[in-house]
């Protein structure tokens, strides 16, 4: 599933190339993606123009001029890209073509069809059901230690599992959480509501860096994720403990390990790490 890095990366090509067209046509090739599409999507879509495009943690908000908002995730496997070109030869699984005045062309491609495409008045955004519990932007300048350590105070949850609630820090993923415990020499079972204050503080700028250096590299491509280029990311080069089981850490030589939290894999060193 794409991550905050590579979500945003996504949002700054649609926002460079998107931004001030209006929509000639839609055509949705199927009736939903994990849930139907919005009654009226044609409708309200055609006509408008994109106002701008936003990111809130993992989800992209595209605003319109007409007061509405798509909502959408990609899930799983979804892709967005943007070709200077109109398409008529549609592969199987892009499932919403939206073609801009221009000729500009959006096709959005789900083959596993986990995303969703949702409409929301834009005033009315904070207070979606998909957004309304949504905790701060890590990378937002007024996120700092003293607040990752109020929202962890007390809990009786492992470090990782903290981090990836989205309602404690809004985007972070299994990826980054990993890397950034690594980096700051947290271990990933420790108890979040345990955490010191100067350790909080100096986790939030290692998380701002580690999210950053994955924007610039065009986020990770793991499975199916490709930026609305249609290139691929390639900060999985640059991973120091996710996806290096057996390995040796590069800080000290032992073996980075897994272990499974929450059902999900979590690489470490164990050594490194307490």
Same mark, same amino acid.
Not at 7 to 10: A, H, K, S
Not at 126 to 129: A, I, L, P, T
């Given at each position: 599933m794409p991550e905050l890095p590579e $979500?945003?990366? $996504?949002k700054r090509g649609l926002?460079?190339?998107i931004t001030g067209k209006n929509i000639k046509t839609v055509l949705l090739r199927r009736s939903g993606l994990r849930y139907p599409f919005p009654k009226n999507f044609i409708n309200i879509l055609e006509g408008s123009t994109i106002k701008s495009v936003e990111r809130r943690s993992k989800y992209l908000l595209i605003n319109l001029d007409n007061g509405q908002t798509i909502i959408m995730h990609l899930g799983m496997s979804g892709r967005v890209v943007v070709q200077n070109k109109i398409r008529n030869d549609h592969a199987k699984h892009d499932h919403v073509i939206i073609t801009f005045n221009d000729g500009t062309t959006l096709i959005y491609n789900d083959a596993r069809r986990f995303g969703l495409m949702e409409l929301c008045e834009t005033t009315k955004l904070?207070?979606?059901?998909y957004l309304k519990d949504i905790g701060p932007e890590p990378l937002d300048k007024k996120f700092n230690g003293e607040?990752?350590?109020a929202r962890l105070k007390n809990k009786n949850v492992d470090m990782k599992a903290a981090l990836m609630d989205q309602r404690v820090v809004a985007g972070l993923g299994n990826i980054y959480v990993c890397e950034s415990l690594f980096e700051t020499g947290i271990s990933p079972k420790r108890k979040a509501g345990k955490l010191s204050r100067d350790k909080a503080n100096e986790l939030v700028p290692v998380i701002k860096k580690v999210l950053e250096a994955a924007i610039k590299s065009g986020g990770s491509t793991l499975r199916d994720y490709v930026r609305s280029t249609g290139d691929i990311g390639y900060f999985q080069h640059q991973f120091k403990v996710y996806g290096r089981e057996k390995e040796p850490c590069v800080k000290c030589g032992n073996k980075i390990q897994r272990i499974v939290q929450s059902g999900r894999s979590t690489f470490?060193?164990?050594n490194c790490q307490k």
């Open positions: $979500v945003e990366t $996504v926002s460079d190339s904070n207070s979606h059901k607040i990752l350590f470490y060193c164990n």
